[in-house]
């Protein structure tokens, strides 16, 4: 086995051992202090959120410019002026910060300001973490990162709520361990940096000057820059404003929703990574009939799945919260399952819309389509939020609606462009088995055990579905579930 695949092998194993301590975490351990865990919610997305103002873009840079630096011997000189750069970027961003609400005082009772001595330490670290682990994936290694980047945020949380509602330690000595955490992983990526290779500080400028390389560099990262943020504020002002306008209490329920969901994203892990050369040849070759009939076929399987998923999911749950605590607040906030569910299986129905775009020469549309996506997402939550009193499920309304504009904005560009379409009528079929499913599960009678239904009703769905998929040949479970297929799993 090759680097790569030794990698991936490894990265995949991390990934789902992280997926799974974060489900089960948010299942039977953050429940028992709904508004700790929201408090927790709220820090990570929030310094999350002004992440990309600091890094702007320069992370990327040290992936797109290393073939260029590395050949010139400067790699490590541009590396260190890039965490200079984030340094020079946080001071400037820090003074603002403090600016902002020194002239505008009303704003002081945001939770932003009375939670900035953790904010903004987070985003400091989490910045130069980002630069230093985008510069390691150079070197063709991305467990470590992996480890740093994915585990470690959950360990932090999970570490954090247990030594608080557990073991009785006050809120600043918890909080002190969050940061401790995210620190240790700045320190991980550091020292993994020297032992790929010993990291050798150069602050020369002389390098980016010539033949004016300095604005070469900025453009790059002023399109990283816009990018990223309008990914972030997308995919993290749900928790922000969750926060900042309705509790952490709430925050924390929303926040246990999401977990649950993201079994439905199960089919996606690393399927990206695999299809990622074959789209791109596809584009290069001109093959959009082709790239059209994969597109096609990777759209199904994610949908099917996905939705199989969530079907059980959705006759499961209101039994689930049987067993976690606080469960009768949980079954009373379902109605965010059904709404960003519906939301998260049409985003799996569109398959690598956004990725197909990005690997075209029309790489910047994405730019525009994920500000987009971030101003509306941003947009409806606050009308939701002032004109409604709807509360959590006003958000995920606002959330699913956004994200259904963007990945139709997606569909529409990518037909035009290269008359590709991800939908089918199989589809259709896929939901219609599925409606039929989770309609008899539901008008099925219930055992006076929460357990069996907990088992039963997903099984009914199951069945309605594989007898269903059987006789219709929508996709093709026989070819997937078989033993030499599961062998074949174990061979790396």
Not at 132 to 161: C, D, H, M, Q, W
Not at 178 to 194: C, P, R, S, T
Request: charged share 10%; glycine share 8%.
């Amino acid at each position: 086995m090759n680097v790569v695949s030794r990698q991936g092998f490894k990265y995949s194993l991390i990934g789902y051992f992280g997926f799974l301590l974060g489900t089960l975490s948010a299942l039977f351990v953050f429940p028992q202090d709904m508004v700790f865990y929201g408090k927790l919610r709220y820090i990570l997305p929030a310094a999350e959120m002004m992440l990309p103002i600091v890094v702007f873009g320069l992370s990327f840079s040290n992936v797109k410019f290393f073939i260029k630096t590395q050949k010139d011997g400067k790699h490590q000189n541009f590396l260190t002026l890039s965490l200079l750069g984030v340094l020079v970027n946080f001071c400037i961003f820090i003074i603002l910060f403090f600016l902002f609400f020194h002239f505008f005082p009303q704003f002081k009772d945001a939770k932003l300001y009375q939670l900035k001595y953790l904010v903004l330490p987070l985003i400091l670290i989490l910045a130069l973490s980002a630069v230093l682990n985008k510069y390691i994936s150079n070197f063709k290694r991305i467990v470590v990162p992996n480890i740093f980047e994915n585990l470690v945020p959950k360990l932090a949380n999970l570490g954090t709520f247990c030594l608080f509602v557990f073991l009785g330690v006050s809120g600043q000595g918890s909080f002190g361990f969050l940061i401790g955490m995210f620190f240790l992983a700045l320190v991980g990526y550091g020292l993994y940096a020297n032992s790929l290779e010993k990291l050798k500080p150069d602050f020369s400028t002389s390098y980016l000057k010539k033949d004016g390389f300095y604005k070469t560099v900025l453009g790059y990262s002023l399109f990283g820059f816009l990018g990223n943020i309008g990914n972030y504020i997308a995919f993290r002002v749900d928790n922000f404003m969750i926060g900042e306008f309705l509790s952490f209490e709430e925050n924390g329920a929303y926040s246990i929703m999401l977990s649950v969901l993201s079994f439905i994203m199960i089919p996606q892990m690393g399927l990206f990574n695999i299809s990622a050369p074959l789209i791109n040849k596809a584009i290069e070759a001109n093959d959009f009939e082709g790239l059209n009939t994969f597109h096609k076929r990777t759209s199904l399987g994610l949908f099917f799945l996905g939705a199989v998923l969530f079907s059980c999911i959705l006759v499961g749950f209101p039994h689930l919260t049987n067993f976690i605590a606080n469960g009768e607040a949980l079954r009373e906030a379902s109605p965010v399952i059904w709404i960003l569910g519906s939301a998260m299986i049409f985003d799996l129905a569109t398959g690598f819309n956004g990725h197909i775009i990005s690997l075209s020469k029309y790489y910047r549309f994405t730019i525009v389509v994920m500000l987009f996506l971030a101003l509306t997402t941003i947009g409806l939550n606050l009308v939701f939020l002032k004109t409604t009193d709807l509360g959590i499920i006003g958000i995920a309304l606002a959330t699913a609606i956004s994200l259904t504009l963007f990945n139709g904005i997606k569909i529409a560009f990518n037909y035009w462009k290269f008359k590709v379409f991800p939908i089918s009528i199989e589809m259709v079929y896929t939901s219609i088995l599925c409606t039929l499913g989770i309609t008899l599960s539901i008008i099925l009678p219930q055992s006076t055990y929460a357990l069996i239904n907990l088992f039963y009703k997903p099984l009914v769905v199951l069945a309605v579905v594989g007898i269903g998929n059987h006789f219709m040949g929508i996709y093709p479970l026989d070819k997937y579930l078989n033993w030499s297929f599961f062998k074949s799993l174990l061979k790396f």
